[in-house]
């Protein structure tokens, strides 16, 4: 191609917050990204709210939305809005999906399976109370509701708020012809809503628990949760399964003949339960050891290229135009890596919720195998790992736009160890420093980003001056940096630049005309 090639590093979780309160960012030695940032052409990009088509300012960013908008240089209405819109709109309850699962659970139960909490990352619980209301004004006659307690995207020992909260929904609804109760749930990073095949072991419990009704037993959530916190002191997120029984029994086992909804709307923790569900005989990633036959229906389709789930309550958007198609228009070689935790979010995620290659020729896909161990205890994670392997690729000359991401920021940062966050960010700058090697040797070009922040707010505001401090596990609603190295720009400084304004800053940077469906670059002309 004669070009320069781009180099982009994604620094999951890292975002820029003026408060030295909780700040792991700051507090980190990183002395490679101050370089960067006191000498090379910078701005602060939005990474959350409206920017990444959320429905309002208030919601944080997230991976999904962030490398949709990254990847797409588009802002798309996301799964969040899309539900909301869906259900106000009554449209959800017109489906043939909808209708299915109401007459398929006729002589059964209707499960609802899914992460409770108004994080609106996964899910929402007013989708839930949506939902079951409907169900019992359309005839059902009994729900069971299986529940992943979060406390990563919303504070780290808030469970029993959405527990009570939808416990007394369900009694203001339950009567004579209907009955709704929760019938099993456990922490969702130790069952079920794993990712990119990092730990299917996890799925396995979660089937355990919500479909065969095995795991250890509880009269009721606040029970289980207040046992298991006394016994283990985990936080929300890592709390074990339990199962709920009355008079020895599990009273919502998933049986012949009922219906299934997963009422989270993002797809990477949604599939792999998914595919359990779905699957056939041939499924292999664990023994069922019974397989249910049941109505499974996703709240959104979470894969259109794998099908995933058969069946599904909302579209996903359909994001057209994408960084990568317009790359491969143009013959750019590409080339994605991360870690398994990530390695779906510079592919899937960045390539608008797609898992084909759109060009088998150009693109080359690298995943590093993750840890699968609590992230604090190892916060480096496979960043050493990834560099070698992607320096070796820069230097290969072998492409000519190559992407990364570094889970550290976040995946430490979700932990809420302060400690470990900011090793976790010194090891991402220690990569930074030999990437920027890398890209000197190639005479390339360094964007250096992130996809919304984490680690740069590691405790929750206080509500009151004496308050003691609290941990942070979730994401942050601060904006994050962007960085170009090597390039003799000036960057725009504009309070409404985004992650969408990205795609066309890359494409500036390797000499294509960006594509005119793409928010503007961040580039001065
Ligand atoms: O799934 C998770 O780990 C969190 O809910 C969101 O984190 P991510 O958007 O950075 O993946
Ligand atoms: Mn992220
Ligand atoms: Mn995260």
Redesign the pocket.
């Known amino acids: 191609m004669g070009k320069r090639p781009v180099v982009l590093v994604v620094m999951?979780?890292v975002g820029i917050n003026n408060s030295e309160y909780g700040n792991a960012v700051n507090a980190a030695y990183k002395p490679t990204l101050d370089e960067l940032w006191a000498n090379c052409p910078n701005t602060e990009i939005s990474a959350h709210g409206l920017a990444v088509g959320l429905p309002s300012n208030e919601d944080m960013g997230?991976?999904e939305v962030?490398h949709n908008a990254l990847g797409c240089g588009q802002i798309y209405s996301q799964g969040a809005k899309l539900v909301n819109e869906n259900i106000e709109s009554g449209e959800i309850f017109e489906t043939e999906t909808w209708s299915g699962l109401v007459k398929n659970c006729a002589n059964g139960k209707m499960h609802f399976l899914g992460l409770l909490s108004d994080g609106n990352v996964h899910s929402h619980i007013n989708h839930l109370k949506a939902l079951m209301k409907r169900a019992k004004e359309d005839g059902v006659k009994e729900v069971r509701l299986h529940i992943l307690l979060d406390g990563r995207d919303v504070p780290e020992t808030s469970a029993l708020i959405y527990v009570e909260d939808i416990e007394n929904y369900m009694a203001e609804l339950n009567d004579d012809n209907f009955h709704a109760c929760i019938a099993s749930g456990g922490g969702r990073m130790s069952i079920t809503m794993d990712r990119y095949e990092a730990n299917w072991a996890m799925v396995e419990k979660g089937w355990h628990v919500h479909v065969l009704g095995e795991g250890r037993e509880f009269a009721s959530a606040t029970e289980a949760i207040e046992t298991y916190r006394a016994e283990t002191g985990v936080v929300d997120q890592d709390l074990p399964g339990f199962v709920i029984t009355k008079d020895g029994k599990a009273v919502g086992t998933i049986e012949d003949g009922d219906s299934v909804v997963l009422f989270n709307f993002r797809g990477d923790r949604a599939q792999e339960i998914s595919l359990a569900f779905d699957g056939d005989d041939s499924f292999d990633k664990f023994d069922r050891v019974r397989k249910p036959n049941v109505m499974y229906a996703g709240m959104l389709q979470y894969d259109a290229d794998l099908n995933i789930p058969h069946n599904f309550l909302t579209y996903p958007p359909k994001i057209k135009y994408t960084l990568t198609e317009e790359l491969c228009k143009h013959g750019i070689r590409e080339y994605a890596i991360s870690e398994t935790q990530k390695y779906g979010?510079v592919t899937y995620f960045w390539n608008g919720n797609r898992s084909e290659k759109f060009d088998e020729k150009l693109e080359d896909y690298v995943e590093i195998k993750s840890d699968v161990v609590p992230f604090e205890q190892r916060p480096w994670m496979k960043a050493a790992e990834i560099t070698d392997v992607l320096c070796a690729a820069i230097e290969s000359g072998n492409y000519d736009f190559l992407r990364t991401n570094y889970p550290n920021g976040?995946m430490v940062g979700h932990t809420g160890n302060f400690e470990a966050t900011v090793i976790g960010v010194e090891s991402v700058d220690l990569q930074l420093a030999r990437v920027k090697k890398a890209v000197d040797a190639v005479n390339g070009i360094l964007i250096v980003t992130a996809?919304?922040g984490n680690a740069d707010e590691m405790y929750e505001k206080k509500k009151k001056e004496d308050a003691p401090i609290k941990a942070k596990t979730s994401h942050t609603l601060n904006k994050v940096p962007f960085i170009v190295y090597g390039a003799d720009v000036e960057l725009k400084q504009d309070e409404n630049l985004g992650l969408s304004n990205v795609a066309a800053t890359v494409a500036d940077l390797l000499g294509i005309e960006p594509n005119e469906h793409w928010n503007p670059s961040i580039i001065k002309k």
């Open positions: 999951d979780g997230n991976s962030g979010h976040d996809d919304h």
